[in-house]
């Protein structure tokens, strides 16, 4: 079964200190791998996704396959960076997407 | 604004009512989704539609959810019969048929409540 996992619900950091919200899945097949934010007040939105291996406000990932991770990373975090962060998968070729629990990411002054 | 629209926004209702929401999607989008959120947990996929065609259903659409999308544009999401398990907020979010599943366009959402 698909499934994903967020372990932390809440992670609050201060600004310019890194900040890494973990996310592992479980899927027998290859998955592709998302990252999605929603901001206060704003509608869940795509941040980026492993196949395209960019920063996106900062922001990375690496899929690590071997330990079924997709942990989203910033070097330097900024308070508009404060939201809630979810991972989700998909399977190539599905129209389906497998979201995890979600992370309140909070960044402090 | 022409993003994905939902109606109502917000919904209370007592259990056991019927209960019905709207979402009309981008312009041109062929697909649509609906995903239930309950507290504390991500958009869980309940159902999609590929023009007037609904192509999959999750499991946890029992027999009182019904969706529909009649013409290919807007969609409803019925709730026969509610339970206090049925609160959540409800997401739709659509897509063009030629985009990738993760470019999918979400609505603000509708929040139930049953009392």
């Known amino acids: 079964a698909q499934r994903v996992t967020q372990p932390e619900k809440l992670l609050s950091v201060f600004k310019g200190a890194p900040v890494e919200l973990k996310c592992n899945y479980s899927y027998s097949g290859s998955p592709e791998l998302f990252w999605y934010v929603q901001y206060s007040r704003q509608r869940l939105q795509l941040l980026l996704r492993?196949?395209s291996r960019e920063s996106i406000k900062g922001f990375t990932a690496d899929l690590n396959k071997g330990e079924t991770s997709f942990h989203l990373k910033k070097p330097f975090a900024q308070e508009e960076d404060s939201a809630m962060y979810y991972c989700?998968?998909?399977?190539?070729?599905?129209?389906?997407?497998?979201f995890g629990q979600g992370t309140r990411l909070t960044i402090n002054p | 604004d022409t993003g994905v629209s939902q109606n109502p926004r917000h919904k209370i209702t007592k259990r056991g009512q019927n209960v019905t929401f709207r979402c009309d999607p981008i312009?041109?989008?062929?697909?649509l989704y609906w995903y239930r959120q309950t507290l504390g947990q991500g958009p869980e996929f309940l159902t999609y539609f590929q023009n007037e065609a609904q192509l999959e259903k999750s499991r946890l659409l029992s027999d009182r959810f019904s969706a529909e999308r009649p013409k290919g544009s807007f969609s409803t999401l019925e709730i026969q019969r509610t339970e206090q398990g049925d609160s959540a907020m409800y997401l739709c979010?659509?897509?063009?048929?030629?985009?990738?599943?993760?470019?999918?366009?979400f609505g603000p959402g509708t929040r139930l409540t049953v009392t």
């Open positions: 312009s041109e989008h062929n697909r």
């Open positions: 492993h196949i």
């Open positions: 979010a659509s897509s063009h048929l030629a985009t990738p599943v993760y470019e999918q366009y």
């Open positions: 989700a998968l998909s399977n190539q070729g599905a129209q389906k997407l497998v």
